[in-house]
């Protein structure tokens, strides 16, 4: 069984920044792919960031691309998602989800509101 267990979230002005982690309780670098979701009051959960096992392929939203910057530190089995310049409409609980083989896990979910 693996855990996924995001933290980082909370309250910013727009404009302002924020580091999401995801801590997993098994190795990373075992996963085909790892990636933040985000899910908004009334609207689909949507993929915002994912890296690969190797870490040589990104993909981002084209509305967070040049904003936020997915990373990882596998010796701390970490995902990251840096969020810089954010806006309103970033709003959303964000999750953290990773991919072995045809087997998908989900964190809790971390909240993250934009707002002054």
């Known amino acids: 069984q693996v855990q996924l267990v995001e933290s980082g979230g909370g309250l910013v002005q727009p404009g302002g920044s924020l580091r999401l982690s995801c801590a997993a309780s098994?190795?990373?670098?075992?996963?085909?792919?790892m990636g933040w979701y985000r899910q908004a009051p009334g609207k689909q959960r949507e993929l915002v960031a994912s890296?690969?096992?190797?870490?040589?392929?990104?993909n981002y939203l084209a509305s967070v691309k040049g904003r936020f910057t997915i990373s990882r530190d596998i010796a701390k089995n970490t995902v990251y998602l840096q969020m810089n310049t954010l806006k309103p409409e970033d709003t959303a609980v964000y999750y953290c989800?990773?991919?072995?083989?045809?087997?998908?896990?989900w964190g809790q979910g971390t909240q993250v509101t934009v707002s002054s």
């Open positions: 890296i690969t096992s190797g870490g040589s392929n990104t």
């Open positions: 989800n990773a991919w072995l083989f045809s087997e998908g896990y």
């Open positions: 098994k190795s990373i670098f075992r996963f085909n792919v």
